[in-house]
């Protein structure tokens, strides 16, 4: 079972407000995701990180999106201005450091994130 | 282009089994996970492969062709509540680490 703890699960903010999400990666795992999952099931990958640094992120997180992993406290995604089309699954993974073997990723509950 | 490509909707019935196949286009290739969702869950790690050929794993079996990007996920002796989504993942190293690349899933019903 999935120790990766997600919150909130749900989060309702209209448009042009900021939308924060946290996610606490499982214990020991340094590397952690964030991923959209619309409604139509596609994955969108925005970001990940490897301990406090970010090893990949897409052109929107670059711009409208903000996302940390500090030390000692929870991961955070945060959308600055929210969209419309930000409605979606937010899922934060985590997983051992990638040594080219059989790596499992564990995905939280997700936060639901709807914008009106 | 890259990508992965699951077909959407597959159905079978309680006692058989169901193949669920997954095609993909990428670099970088690091091996191909699959994973269960349920409806407002999150995904469950089932499978990881990396290398061609069949791995048994009893209710869950996963098959690999790399020259071919292609593999599918078994299920036997399938019962109701194995009716869930399939994702199929690539994983695709880098120089700054993997990512995770999914298809859209595929949504299995389990008939009676």
Known sequence: NSKVIQTPRYLVKGQGQKAKMRCIPEKGHPVVFWYQQNKNNEFKFLINFQNQEVLQQIDMTEKRFS??????????????????????LYLCASSLRDRGGNTEVFFGKGTRLTVV | GQGVEQPAKLMSVEGTFARVNC????????????YQQREGQAPVFLSYVVLDGLKDSG??????????GYSYLL??????????????????????????????????????
């Open chain 2, 75 to 112: 299920l036997t002796e399938l019962q109701i509540k194995d009716s869930a989504s399939y994702l199929c993942a690539v994983r695709e190293a880098g120089n700054m680490g993997y990512k995770l690349t999914f298809g859209t899933g595929t949504s299995l019903l389990v008939d009676p």
């Open chain 2, 59 to 68: 209710h869950f079996s996963t098959f690999l062709s790399r020259s071919n």
């Open chain 2, 23 to 34: 095609t993909y286009s990428t670099s970088g290739f690091n091996g191909l996970s699959w």
């Open chain 1, 67 to 88: 996302a940390e992993c500090p030390s000692n406290s929870p991961c955070s995604l945060e959308i600055q201005s929210s969209e419309a089309g930000d409605s979606a």
